[in-house]
């Protein structure tokens, strides 16, 4: 019993490390993911790396716009008229219509100032600007100078790019501004340059810029949504040009441009979502990824243990089954050899006592028998190797000679046997072997959990279209919690009276798959103490096909 129940404490401890070794990790995986998230949703880190990425990604568009704005002004320069031939600005003006203004300035000889003949205002802006030019060089021509050499030794370009303010209607427009030193300049202090308006540069220039920079990629996957960018200046909110993936609105991100176009802010954002919104949306995909990531964890380690704690009672059942079916086999050898061995003496006083041993040695055998057979047959059945014979049966006929034949058996047992067999009962389709052993197995049984009332009633009946087996006794009853678990192999209740009583664990699980492969069923109706009811239920109308299919 201590040994018994130390087996158990081991097998029970064991599967409890098992899950213990399955759940700890998992359970700490899980809440390592839950923390991870939550520390990123507290540190806003997926923002962060957005808003960084966009930082790059502006960075780059800065350099690229300005190198193509360099490019552009250097093929102009290239073009420009030298100092000798200062007087064809207007011919380089005609010859680059994007360029808005030009100028060449010399120290002491003063400003040329030229623009394109449809920007000639007639209230004299041109001069105002040239004469502003003027001043502004007389001042700095020097300064700008010097610049365009360390631009030059830096980076090999000739040009500085910088901007001009102009107020035109109240408004202060952006100009972009390119000096450089003019052709057959010398050791003069001399600067040339040209402008590009704003008009150029908000509907021609950085439409392109940015395009070729942020093109327009058509995407349907909202997880990826298209990102656009913008350029607006200081002065002004609203944008002066966008990329196609912009759709207005605010931007997440914004840069002032390094070089070549100060006073202008390049902006980023995305199309129809704000970073915060796909922030969020990674954080919710995430929880609930991982969220049903715990729940297939949770139902993976609940079958798990259910599966080991099944095989682990059925490895239980299975060494019980063992020692029950030898204990149950060396009994009657035992017996059978005793008497076999007292007749063979011959000192036996009268032939009565003689009969007595002889039959004994018969019950004894019959019952090595039945429980070969049944090992048999449930061998057969975990193989898939059992068949049946279904054959037209007169089943009150099968009934009351299985009946018959046990009779002497059951009542030499001191039991009363009530045989109730309706005539109405129609022939059915059945394997005459298997039937007649589903109801010995229940006569057994009840004859054998039966300790103070003997009784014992076998009736055969029809009910609801079909045929009904039934063998009740007033025996010591089945508890309701252990009623499911009798028909499966191997199982016998652990009350200490089932235990001295000697069994396999079969008998119950063998009729129940006679009776299903018949098409019909087993039932139980019992309570302790009170004696229990077996029903087993065979269906009239079925064909043998159909039996067999419900088998299948
Ligand atoms: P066995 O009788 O060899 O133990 P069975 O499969 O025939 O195996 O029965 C399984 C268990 O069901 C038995 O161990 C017993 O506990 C219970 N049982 C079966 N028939 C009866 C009955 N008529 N009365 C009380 N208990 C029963």
């Known amino acids: ?165 102009v107020q035109r209607h109240d408004r202060w427009e952006y100009q972009s501004l390119v000096l450089f030193r003019p052709l057959g300049a010398g050791d003069r202090t001399a600067l040339a340059g040209f402008l590009y308006d704003s008009d150029y540069l908000a509907n021609t220039f950085f439409p392109k810029a940015l395009n070729a920079v942020m093109p327009c990629v058509t995407t349907t996957d909202a997880s990826h949504p298209q990102t656009g960018i913008m350029v607006r200046t200081m002065k002004d909110k609203a944008p002066m040009a966008v990329s196609p993936g912009w759709d207005g609105g605010t931007p997440e991100l914004e840069r002032p441009f390094e070089a070549g176009f100060p006073g202008l802010v390049l902006g980023i954002k995305l199309r129809g979502t704000t970073i915060a919104a796909m922030s969020q949306r990674f954080l919710r995909t995430s929880f609930i990824t991982l969220g049903a990531i715990s729940v297939l964890l949770c139902a993976g380690i609940v079958l798990t243990y259910r599966n080991v704690t099944r095989e682990v009672a059925l490895a239980k059942l299975k060494s019980d089954f063992v020692s029950n079916v030898s204990h149950e086999l060396r009994t009657p050898l035992s017996l059978i050899r005793l008497y076999a061995e007292t007749l063979e003496l011959g000192r036996l006083p009268n032939m009565d006592k003689q009969q007595e041993y002889y039959q004994i040695i018969r019950k004894e055998s019959e019952r090595l028998t039945s429980l070969i057979n049944n090992i048999l047959d449930f061998s057969r059945i975990e193989a898939g190797k059992k068949e049946y014979e279904f054959r037209q049966t007169d089943l009150a006929d099968l009934v009351r000679s299985t009946l018959e034949s046990y009779r002497f058996q059951i009542e030499q047992n001191g039991f009363r046997l009530e045989q109730k067999i309706d005539e109405d009962i129609p022939p059915l389709k059945v394997d005459r072997e298997a039937i007649a052993r589903s109801l010995v197995n229940l006569v057994n049984n009840a004859v ?93 109308q079925r064909t043998v096909q159909e039996a067999r299919r419900a088998t299948a």
Request: glycine fraction near 8%.
């Open 1 to 165: 019993m201590i040994r018994l129940k130390r087996r158990r404490w081991t097998e029970r401890t064991r599967i409890l490390a098992l899950m213990l070794a399955v759940m700890l990790p998992a359970t700490a995986l899980i809440a390592f993911g839950v923390l991870h998230l939550r520390s990123i949703q507290r540190d806003h880190a997926v923002e962060a790396a957005i808003q960084r990425d966009y930082q790059q990604v502006l960075a780059i568009a800065d350099k690229r716009i300005v190198a193509r704005a360099r490019d552009m002004a250097e093929d102009a320069r290239k073009d420009f008229p030298d100092l000798e031939h200062a007087s064809n600005l207007d011919g380089f003006l005609a010859t680059h219509p994007n360029i808005a203004h030009a100028f060449i300035f010399v120290d002491g000889k003063g400003i040329d100032f030229r623009s394109q003949p449809e920007l000639m205002h007639s209230d004299g802006e041109e001069s105002k600007e040239a004469e502003m030019f003027g001043k502004w060089f007389d001042v700095d021509a020097t300064e700008f100078i010097a610049k365009l050499k360390k631009i030059e030794e830096e980076s090999g370009s000739k040009v500085y790019l910088t901007n001009n303010w």
């Open 448 to 540: 054998k959990y039966s300790s103070n009332e003997k009784f014992l009633a076998v009736s055969l009946y029809r009910a609801n279209g079909s045929v009904k087996l039934e063998v009740a006794d007033h025996g010591i009853g089945i508890a309701p919690h252990e009623q499911h678990k009798i028909f499966d192999k191997f199982y016998r209740v652990g009350d200490p009276l089932v235990h001295n009583t000697k069994g396999s664990g079969l008998g119950l699980s063998l009729v129940r798959h006679i009776v299903q492969a018949h098409g019909g069923n087993i039932s139980v109706d019992s309570g302790p103490g009170r004696g229990s009811r077996f029903i087993i239920s065979l269906p009239v």
